[in-house]
Nanobody, 116 residues
Framework: QVQLVESGGGLVQAGGSLRLSCAAS????????MRWYRQCTGKQRELVAT???????NYADSMKGRVTISRDNAKNTVYLQMNNLKPEDTALYYCSAWQINGRNYWGQGTQVTVSS
């Protein structure tokens, strides 16, 4: 069973930065897409960023220009660098790994809290 473990969340002041990590239990080359989502309290989970197995990236409008998704294949880890954080970015951030056979795996999430 694939395991994804997120880390790097915490409390930060508005304008600050955090780097989230998502460590996979197997080679991330086995996943066609890896994504970061977030879920704010009382809202639906929303996509933040996507990275393909070849390194292509895509960002949702909500955080575009403030986040960068990247991957370290040797460490089987995907990162989300978040800058200029705002209180409305407060959410539980999740990592997912999708395979072309339709399987999608989720981590447990890491909490990000941005104070004003």
């Amino acid at each position: 069973q694939v395991q994804l473990v997120e880390s790097g969340g915490g409390l930060v002041q508005a304008g600050g930065s955090l780097r989230l990590s998502c460590a996979a239990s197997e080679s991330i080359f086995s996943f066609n897409l890896m994504r970061w989502y977030r879920q704010c309290t009382g809202k639906q989970r929303e996509l933040v960023a996507t990275i393909t197995s070849s390194g292509g990236t895509n960002y949702a409008d909500s955080m575009k220009g403030r986040v960068t998704i990247s991957r370290d294949n040797a460490k089987n880890t995907v990162y989300l660098q978040m800058n200029n954080l705002k209180p409305e970015d407060t959410a539980l951030y999740y990592c997912s790994a999708w395979q072309i056979n339709g399987r999608n795996y989720w981590g447990q999430g890491t909490q990000v809290t941005v104070s004003s």
